[in-house]
């Protein structure tokens, strides 16, 4: 038998319910005011990108790293991706220019590719609609940029790859970050299925669920104010 007092007893569990109650309204009330100040940002703070799944997908490659995976139906943010046989975000073209066309060859990363654009308005898809109303030459616009690409892996694209298509001119996309050296090795982190796909907070969490976050105006506003004390901090 227990030499425990009942009083005793009786005080020990109302604590546990007190404490479990306590919880409850805290948590209850965080979720309250958080949804809250989301609704109140919606009046202040622009609407978050929109994603959908799944977004595009990559396969390792041991000279460049990663490629677009050829022929899937994907979306960039919310924008369709629609690569041909050759991986590349374009309409299906022959090997070898039509005699009498000028095919130009665009070389780039995320800005080349189109990241949260639709392939019309890419630039090498605009660069082509502008040169069509000359007239007189046929061109033809060749968009081959990959998102995360560095100037390192366009070359080795173009030298493994963009020479078969024997473009008349070839147009890099350039900025400041893409100048780095070549790692010793060209790695890339592959998906149980084969394929590289962006991946967010790390990998711990499902895309759907990440994207669901991506739409919270409140994620974003705090996430903007971080990354501008981060960069005071360290430029």
């Not at 149980?192 to 994620?219: C, E, M």
């Amino acid at each position: 038998m227990s030499d425990r007092h009942p009083s005793i007893v009786g005080s020990a569990v109302r604590r546990r319910q007190a404490i479990v109650i306590n919880v409850l309204l805290l948590v209850l009330s965080s979720a309250v005011g958080l949804a809250l100040m989301e609704g109140l940002l919606v009046f202040f703070v622009p609407p978050p990108i929109v994603w959908l799944d799944p977004q595009e997908s990559y396969h390792a490659d041991p000279k460049v790293g990663h490629r677009l995976v050829p022929g899937q139906h994907s979306y960039t943010h919310s924008f369709p991706v629609v690569t041909n046989s050759y991986g590349l975000r374009d309409r299906e073209f022959s090997a070898v220019p039509s005699p009498g066309v000028v095919r130009i060859l665009c070389l780039g990363d995320s800005l080349t590719f189109g990241n949260g654009v639709s392939v019309e308005d890419t630039y090498p898809k605009q660069l082509e609609a502008w040169l069509g109303q000359e007239g007189t030459i046929k061109y033809e616009v060749i968009n081959a940029g990959v998102s995360a690409y560095d100037t390192w892996q366009e070359v080795a694209y173009f030298e493994e790859w963009g020479t078969r298509l024997e473009p008349n001119t070839v147009v890099i996309g350039f900025y400041a970050n893409d100048v780095v050296p070549k790692p010793e090795r060209v790695n890339a982190y592959l998906t149980s299925d084969g394929t590289l796909r962006r991946q967010g907070f790390g990998g711990l969490l499902p895309d759907f669920a990440v994207h669901a976050l991506k739409r919270s105006r409140l994620l974003l506003l705090l996430r903007d104010r971080v990354n501008k004390l981060y960069n005071r901090v360290r430029p």
